[in-house]
């Protein structure tokens, strides 16, 4: 059986079991604002000699991956690594709001998906009130949600004329317009030239292992579901994520997170519908 014969769901699960590892990888490279570049770096350097795209559909995509890279690592470190998968999840709205720019226009059903994540949203928020959550962590775990839910939409978008290569390995090169500012503006701050060897090695395994690989597989899966059941399907990631978090660092959810989460999943899952 071909790879293209198989389920599009198991391309966006594959997919999301390596994202999965992205939080715990960012609290080992302890450079979670460098580690972005290096990750942009080594999977542009695989993907150019795979397509080498200079069209909108690849530089939308690639801003909007760039702003994820950027946000996401930092938010786990922040926020905890299963606490920023969960936010990152926030994204069947601001999918479904995309798509809606987009024209695909979203059922009741969608529409309480998103009620769901709003009220998934107030609870982590009023934690960060009382202290338990840094509030800059949930603050970026959103922007890691709002980007990736804009390359959700983007990529169902184009990916369904038949540029699914474009929105995935010929974006990868753009994600550097994000990725390489963020890097450079922080290291002449702090002064960290030196303490590079650890985002360079986990940057190589973000390049390959979480991006190259499984943006490819994502990119196959979405163009042939639409962009709130990849976002089901692909709620695989946050579960393994909190998984990783507990096993490697003992983070361990508060009940209203606990909630919070469980209301995140149900609204996937109410779109996918």
Not at 24 to 48: C, D, E, K
């Amino acid at each position: 059986m071909g790879w293209r014969r198989l389920w599009p769901g198991f391309y966006i699960i594959i997919a999301a079991s390596l994202w999965s590892t992205i939080g715990v990888v960012s609290v080992l490279s302890t450079n979670p604002i460098v580690l972005p570049v290096f990750r942009s770096i080594f999977a542009s350097i695989v993907a150019l000699f795979i397509r080498r795209s200079l069209n909108r559909s690849s530089l939308m995509a690639g801003l909007a991956l760039g702003v994820l890279f950027a946000a996401y690592p930092i938010a786990a470190v922040i926020a905890g690594v299963g606490l920023a998968a969960f936010l990152l999840y926030t994204a069947p709205l601001w999918a479904t709001l995309i798509a809606l720019i987009l024209g695909e226009r979203p059922g009741i059903k969608g529409v309480l998906g998103v009620s769901l994540v709003l009220v998934a949203i107030v609870l982590i928020g009023a934690q960060s009130i009382s202290g338990a959550i840094n509030p800059f962590g949930i603050a970026l775990g959103l922007l890691s949600g709002i980007s990736y839910g804009s390359y959700i939409a983007i990529a169902r978008y184009y990916a369904r004329g038949g540029n699914e290569i474009d929105v995935s390995w010929g974006a990868i090169p753009y994600t550097l317009i994000i990725t390489v500012p963020v890097a450079l503006v922080y290291s002449f701050m702090t002064h960290t030239w030196g303490l590079m060897v650890k985002p360079i090695l986990w940057g190589a395994y973000l390049g390959i292992v979480t991006t190259v690989i499984p943006y490819r597989f994502f990119a196959m899966g979405v163009s042939k579901v639409k962009a709130s059941t990849a976002s089901v399907i692909a709620t695989v990631e946050p579960v393994l994520a909190a998984l990783w978090g507990f096993l490697f660092f003992n983070q361990v959810p508060t009940a209203l997170t606990l909630i919070a989460y469980i209301l995140i999943i149900m609204a996937s899952v109410i779109v996918s519908f």
